[in-house]
T-cell receptor, first 114, second 113 residues
């Protein structure tokens, strides 16, 4: 299947700093990318859906100014956690799909805010 | 709204044992159902899917049948291997396409030699 690369796999940052997570589709053009968050022993919760070249659509309860999503090209989407706090510590996963195809997932990023 | 409930893990089995991971769902309409697998250090991979009632999805010896009457999509494998150790996620999407997915919490499977 297609490959989605997510980077970094782990990041530790200080409270108040910002962290950027990248999601790349390596061998296909991703017209739509999804960002999920997973708390320990919880489901993957959809945070936002982004289409290339347009603003992301955020799920209810997700702060747009806190979690900045940019889908500038057909192969790259970024999630920036701004002014991170310990409660933002979580596992973040992206997925990508092209028109009419299944979604492929990145490896996930474990964010720890200290 | 939509929801997926799957059994809590970890599920610990010996090699060649029979596996069942239960999954039930709540949805409006007729969702498509999926099982994803996440091996250590890797992303989620689609394992199998079913798009309508009574469909059976199968792959790599795993299978699951879409049961509308019991709103279930239980994952089974007749003989597990150590290499099957992973986290398994049950999921649904609202239509037959690959729209946004609603996931269960995931069930960790540990298979010992």
């Amino acid at each position: 299947g297609a490959v989605v690369s997510q980077h970094p796999s782990r990041v530790i940052c200080k409270s108040g700093t910002s962290v950027k997570i990248e999601c790349r589709s390596l061998d296909f053009q991703a017209t739509t990318m999804f960002w999920y968050r997973q708390f320990p022993k919880q489901s993957l919760m959809l945070m936002a859906t982004s289409n290339e070249g347009s603003k992301a659509t955020y799920e209810q309860g997700v702060e747009k100014d806190k979690f900045l999503i940019n889908h500038a090209s057909l192969t790259l989407s970024t999630l920036t956690v701004t002014s991170a706090h310990p409660e933002d510590s979580s596992f973040y996963i992206c997925s990508a799909r092209d028109l009419g195809a299944e979604a492929f997932f990145g490896q996930g990023t474990r964010l720890t805010v200290v | 709204g939509n929801s997926v409930t799957q059994m809590e893990g970890p599920v610990t089995l010996s090699e060649e044992a029979f596996l069942t991971i239960n999954c039930t769902y709540t949805a409006t309409g007729y969702p498509s159902l999926f099982w994803y697998v996440q091996y250590p250090g890797e992303g989620l991979q689609l394992l199998l899917k079913a798009t309508k009632a009574d469909d059976k999805g199968s792959n790599k010896g795993f299978e699951a049948t879409y049961r509308k009457e019991t709103t279930s999509f239980h994952l089974e494998k007749g003989s597990v291997q150590v290499s099957d150790s992973a986290v398994y996620f049950c999921a649904l999407s609202e239509n037959s396409g690959y729209s946004t997915l609603t996931f269960g919490k995931g069930t960790m499977l540990l298979v010992s030699p």
